[in-house]
């Protein structure tokens, strides 16, 4: 896999290249069927975040990842993806804990330690490989009388009237 990372100063971005070899990579086999694969959520405290997720019963993908960026302490954890299917080819959110800067302890930094990308999609190819298909949520969990509320139609009808026919 290969991987960009554009640094934005307050926004960050990482485009990732599947390098295929005796199987098709999780990288290529998701952009056969998608385009985005995942977006990173900041969270002030990842831990708090987790403690919170875990207790509505969100699935997680793995341990924290840890990493030292150069500005400090990265922290990131994967969700499971939001549909069954196969991991390679599944959305799925991340999430991050990253490190502050700046005068006022304000400033994110957005880059992307070299091993990140590695050990996130060793994760993918260890669920794919053991077919996991597993969700981020699990709606087992919804309350059986539990359905949304109606929601008022946002879409406003116009009335066309026909043109007559040119000879």
Not at 30 to 53: G, K, M, Y
Not at 110 to 119: A, E, F, Y
Not at 147 to 158: A, H, I, Y
């Amino acid at each position: 896999m290969k991987l960009w990372c554009i640094d934005f100063k307050n926004f960050g971005m990482v485009l990732v290249e599947g390098i295929d070899r005796a199987k098709t990579s999780q990288v290529s086999a998701f952009v056969n069927r998608h385009s985005v694969q995942h977006i990173a959520f900041d969270t002030p405290s990842l831990e708090n975040f987790v403690d919170h997720a875990m207790s509505l019963g969100t699935n997680l993908r793995g341990r924290q990842l840890v990493n030292d960026d150069g500005f400090g302490t990265l922290k990131q954890l994967f969700g499971k993806g939001y549909a069954k299917q196969d991991a390679a080819e599944m959305s799925f959110p991340e999430y991050i804990e990253r490190p502050r800067g700046g005068a006022k302890g304000k400033e994110v930094n957005t880059d992307v330690p070299q091993n990140t990308g590695k050990n996130f999609y060793q994760r993918i190819e260890d669920a794919r490989d053991s077919k996991d298909t597993s969700t981020l949520t699990d709606f087992s969990m919804m309350p059986a009388e539990w359905s949304p509320e109606p929601q008022p139609s946002k879409r406003e009808t116009t009335q066309t009237t026909e043109e007559p026919a040119l000879a």
